[in-house]
């Protein structure tokens, strides 16, 4: 069980240690504290005695007090400052004054044990991995078959890497043949999707990037060319949770059939889009597609691809399916060739597809983080 604080704890600008703070005289709550920062891979350093220094306090990524050192702490004339990342930890949920003694530290959280021991384990794992801001989560997927959305995927992360972003390319299409092949990487050593099938709970994000192939600049999670082509919802969402937490972009290529593991992806996307090609067949299978997606997505936009010349204007299309259009993409010819050549898309970085990628992210990476509304037409409005 655990209880978020109303409390002011300013974040500042600190340097912070691999090392958990953990503040208590209680042997017994120590030896859970230290069992559960065991199970989340964390390092932890115990304060006994006298409140902890100032440089300690305040380079911990995360400082567990014990109810049993609150009242103390928040009377001492050494008390160290407020801070953020500081919970209260006690076992009694029938003692209403927990909640008080948190407020006088500047707790963020009170969380009791037994209860909240899964939810403190997974904020003492996060901490430990320096979790800050989550990543911004793109899915893409296509209106109809060959629609172009895994090209479009890997443009993204090919052009999102090479500014400097932090990049994971997740295959979400286990009949896609593997998007390490369109990135020119089906040799390259690391994990695949099969080895993640029997994650459950929480799976540790830099563990997870560190296994990963590294191709452009850019970690992918591919399917391989084995038999396997599924992976339990439970998995795909311990997966995708661990890639988000690492921070930077994560882009996934989804398919259109969406199953139960797909709607897994779904509910963790902040923006999903549709590829649609300028004609009408088109346009009429990506309304079914975007009614499905739909009902699990808020936020799904349309990229027309190939408007120019077609005689359907993007906006109108767009308009057709109800979605907000996030862009046209022009047609770039050679992308097949090149990609044959071991040139993934987006690596041409003067390309009309590099180009319609470098302002996307422009627009939805803006320094503050906040999303922008829609533009017009023939702008990537997202």
């Known amino acids: 069980m655990s209880r978020e604080l109303e409390s002011a704890n300013p974040e500042g600008d600190r340097t912070v240690t691999g090392s958990i703070l953990i503040v208590t005289e209680d042997e017994k709550l120590l030896d859970d504290l230290l069992r559960l920062c065991a199970a989340a891979g964390a390092e932890a350093e115990v304060a006994h005695g006298a409140p902890p220094g100032p440089e300690v306090w305040e380079s ?10 609150a009242g103390p702490l928040s009377r001492s004339a050494r008390a160290p400052a407020r801070r953020a990342g500081v919970l209260l930890v006690g076992r009694d949920p029938d003692d209403p004054g927990v909640w008080q003694r948190g407020v006088g530290i500047g707790a963020e959280h009170v969380v009791l044990l037994p209860d909240g021991e899964s939810w403190l384990t997974g904020r003492i794992a996060d901490a430990a991995e320096g979790v800050g801001r989550q990543a911004l989560t793109v899915g893409v997927m296509g209106g109809r078959g060959g629609a172009g959305a895994s090209t479009l995927a890997c443009a993204l992360a090919v052009t999102a890497a090479r500014a400097g972003h932090r990049t994971m390319l997740v295959d979400g299409d286990p009949l896609g043949g593997g998007l390490d092949i369109l990135l020119g990487g089906e040799r390259a050593e690391g994990l695949r999707w099969p080895a993640f099938a029997e994650s459950r709970g929480r799976v540790g994000g830099v563990a997870l990037e560190e296994s990963l192939p590294v191709l452009h600049g850019l970690r992918v999670l591919s399917w391989d060319r084995g038999d396997s082509v599924a992976v339990p919802p439970e998995a795909v969402r311990a997966v995708l949770g661990a890639a988000r937490r690492r921070g930077g972009v994560v882009v996934v290529d989804l398919p259109r059939r969406l199953d139960e593991a797909a709607a897994e992806v779904l509910v963790q996307l902040d923006l999903g889009l549709l590829v649609v090609p300028a004609e009408l067949r ?65 690596a041409d970085a003067r390309g009309p597809l590099a180009r319609f990628c470098a ?10 983080g906040a999303v922008p509304p829609a533009g017009g037409r023939g702008s990537v409005a997202v």
């Open 60 to 69: 911990a990524p995360l400082v567990l007090v014990g109810d049993d050192r």
């Open 282 to 346: 088109a346009v009429a299978a990506a309304h079914r597609v975007a009614s499905r997606a739909g009902m699990v997505l808020r936020d799904l936009r349309a990229v027309v691809r190939g408007s120019s010349g077609s005689g359907l204007d993007g906006g109108e299309i767009a308009r057709l399916l109800g979605l907000r259009l996030a862009g046209e993409l022009p047609t770039e010819g050679g992308l097949s060739a090149a990609v044959d050549g071991g040139r993934p898309p987006g």
């Open 359 to 368: 302002e996307f992210w422009d627009r939805v990476l803006p320094a503050s």
